[in-house]
């Protein structure tokens, strides 16, 4: 247990906030003495995983807990699918890779996306055409007030586009210890309908993918726009993309030619990196924090001094100036602490 301690180097905004405790916990058992202290001293809670999808606007006056609960176990279902489960502090992109040198299928499109196994489905990640609902088992959680462990399924967990029970009615009560998968053997199904990875696989001169292929493709994709937490402070996309009904959209087609959209029945989902960049946003920065160059759905802490506060005040400039242009108030994806 350490007091008074710097969390800059546990969210990958690189925010200097700091926590009033900090534990790490690498079993179950010393999870709940760490929540048995804090109970004690009644002291508010957080969990963070990778801390990539965290703002700390300001210093936790409580207990901050870091999951580090490691390990990788699997059981086969029959002849072309296994069971996987990891434990929540394993590395999401490590498990990745882990999965596809044994040439386990299915998680090959969410290659390279930050943070941890137990996070994964909070926000119910997706990229590339996969999001883990489609390959989402069940999870393992401890309820943090009658400190039962529970098992969730996927239809329990209400997984949306970055959404789950996690960030609804059961926010704040679970945490998360395990996630199971079921991926492929053999017979993968390849995805490579979405966004750009047909182009990536053909610059790469592949015309019969295999998963570790796509797996390529989505990284190199990756790379060539989302900055690198490691080198620039950012959390990824910092709000959702917002869905519109139909007739709203239709008449925005009238005034901007050229907006682009995702039809959905009797409703559009309108890409917001092309609405914040149509406002002037891309690549602008106020004092040290800025919309990045290629990408300006992703806010970085430019110069590696922004405060949560500041990053928060810019976001909430990108929202008003984008609800004045187009009347659509956008929403933010990136847990604010
Ligand atoms: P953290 O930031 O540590 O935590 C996120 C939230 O979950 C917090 O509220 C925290 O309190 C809570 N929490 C953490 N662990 C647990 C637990 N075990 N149980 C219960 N609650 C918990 N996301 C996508 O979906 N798709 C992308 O393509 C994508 N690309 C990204 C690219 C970049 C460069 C970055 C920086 C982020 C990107 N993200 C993306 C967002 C982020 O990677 C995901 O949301 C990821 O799942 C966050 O994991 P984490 O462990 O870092 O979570
Ligand atoms: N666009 C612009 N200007 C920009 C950015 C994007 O016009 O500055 C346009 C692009 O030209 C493209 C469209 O917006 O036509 C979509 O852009 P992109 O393919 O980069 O994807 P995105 O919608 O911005 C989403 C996810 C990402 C995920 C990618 C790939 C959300 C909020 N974001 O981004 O997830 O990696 O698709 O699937 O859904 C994250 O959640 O942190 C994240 C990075």
């Known amino acids: ?114 943070g941890n196994v137990g996070t994964s489905p909070m926000q119910n ?8 609902k489609d390959i989402f088992v069940s999870c393992r959680v401890l309820n943090l007030k009658t400190l039962e462990i529970a098992l969730f399924n996927l239809k329990q967990c209400q997984f949306g586009y970055r959404d789950s029970i996690f960030k609804q009615e059961g926010k704040g009560k679970y945490v998360i210890l395990e996630v199971s998968f079921r991926l492929t053997m053999k017979n993968h199904r390849i995805k490579t309908e979405y966004g750009a990875i047909k182009t990536e696989l053909e610059n790469l001169n592949i015309e019969k993918p295999t998963i570790q292929d796509v797996s ?38 009238r005034k901007f030619e050229n907006i682009q959209g995702y039809p959905n029945g009797d409703f559009v989902k309108v890409p917001a990196g092309w609405l914040i960049e149509q406002c002037g946003w891309k690549g602008k920065q106020i004092g040290n924090v800025a919309s990045h160059k290629l990408q300006s759905l992703v806010i970085i802490n430019a110069t590696g001094e922004a405060t949560g506060k500041e990053i928060f005040d810019f976001s909430t400039e990108i929202i008003n100036s984008v609800k004045e242009k187009f009347g659509i108030e956008l929403e933010r994806e990136v847990n604010i602490i």
């Not at 003495?33 to 001293?41: A, G, Q, W, Y």
């Open 1 to 114: 247990m350490q007091e008074n301690f710097s969390l800059k180097p546990y969210n990958t905004f690189g925010v200097d906030a700091k926590a009033k405790y900090f534990a790490e916990v690498s079993t179950t058992d010393e999870l709940k003495d760490v929540l048995s202290f804090s109970k004690t001293n009644t002291l508010p809670l957080l969990f963070l995983g990778g801390g990539s999808n965290v703002l700390l606007t300001k210093d936790f006056d409580g207990l901050v807990i870091q999951l580090n609960l490691k390990g990788i176990s699997e059981e086969v279902l029959n002849e072309n699918e296994i069971l996987i489960t990891a434990k929540a502090g394993e590395n999401w992109h490590e498990f990745v890779m882990h999965c596809l040198d044994k040439n386990f299928g299915g998680l090959e499109n969410l290659s390279l996306i930050p």
């Open 125 to 132: 990640i997706g990229a590339y055409g996969t999001e883990i």
């Open 216 to 253: 390529r493709a989505v990284i190199n994709i990756r790379q060539s726009k989302l900055p690198d937490p490691k080198q620039i402070g950012n959390a990824g996309s910092f709000f959702k993309n917002p869905t519109i009904p139909l007739t709203q959209f239709q008449e925005l087609q």
